[in-house]
């Protein structure tokens, strides 16, 4: 059995979490196995095995041994599959580069953007400000890249999923409006290209 046999992934379908790793697994034409976990309800004995730290999907399994949190794993995954498309720049310094604003998305803007949305009231103009101006780092970043990896989809856009899909549901669902093409045109831009790239598409919720 090779390496590309070996590998399973326990997921949650609708998690941009879960998903940062099923797109990179297919941008490198990686083939695995899906399991579907249900964490809200009854957690599984295998995801209770392989993360009984956190007990929170993703989990990639390869080789027998499991890896959790997903830009540990898109990692993991860069750094065992070097021949296919590449999802982290050479260049020590750019890489941190990388590191640092996959981390700005997850620490400042996601948990901005979902406070804001779900928050309480009395914290929701507060929250919406700081979302929006996380929002602006990153278009700033950007600037006149097609992806924040440069030619082609990188860490940060991989970071940056729930932007790219899932606040436009977000801010659907709740009501808050955070993120508009007027406000935004360089990232609405970014999201479309990245939504709509085959790989990305086909791991998507509906």
Do not use: D, H, T
């Given at each position: 059995?090779?390496?590309?046999?070996?590998?399973?992934?326990?997921?949650?379908?609708?998690?941009?979490f879960s998903k940062r790793v099923e797109m990179v697994?297919?941008?490198?034409?990686?083939?695995?196995?899906?399991?579907?976990?249900d964490v809200y309800g009854n957690k599984s004995p295998m995801l209770l095995k392989y993360n009984p730290i956190h007990k929170k999907v993703p989990v990639l399994i390869h080789n027998g041994r499991s890896i959790a949190e997903s830009l540990v794993i898109v990692e993991y995954i860069e750094d065992t599959w070097k021949t296919s498309h590449k999802i982290l720049p050479q260049d020590p310094y750019e890489r941190a580069m990388a590191r640092f604003w996959a981390k700005y998305v997850d620490d400042k803007v996601m948990l901005a953007v979902r406070?804001?949305?779900?928050?309480?009231?009395?914290?929701?103009?507060?929250?919406?400000?700081?979302?929006?101006?996380?929002l602006k780092c990153l278009e700033k970043e950007l600037g006149d890249k097609l992806f924040f990896g440069g030619d082609t989809i990188g860490f940060v856009d991989i970071a940056a999923d729930f932007i790219g899909y899932w606040i436009g549901i977000f801010q659907e669902a709740s009501g808050v409006t955070i993120m508009t093409a007027e406000e935004f045109p360089t990232l609405q831009r970014w999201s479309e290209d990245?939504?709509?790239n085959n790989f990305i598409?086909?791991?998507?919720?509906p």
């Open positions: 059995m090779n390496q590309e046999e070996q590998v399973k992934l326990m997921g949650l379908w609708g998690s941009p697994l297919k941008l490198k034409g990686i083939p695995y196995e899906y399991i579907e976990e406070k804001a949305c779900w928050g309480p009231e009395s914290e929701r103009e507060k929250e919406v400000k700081e979302a929006y101006e996380g990245f939504v709509g598409k086909e791991v998507l919720p």
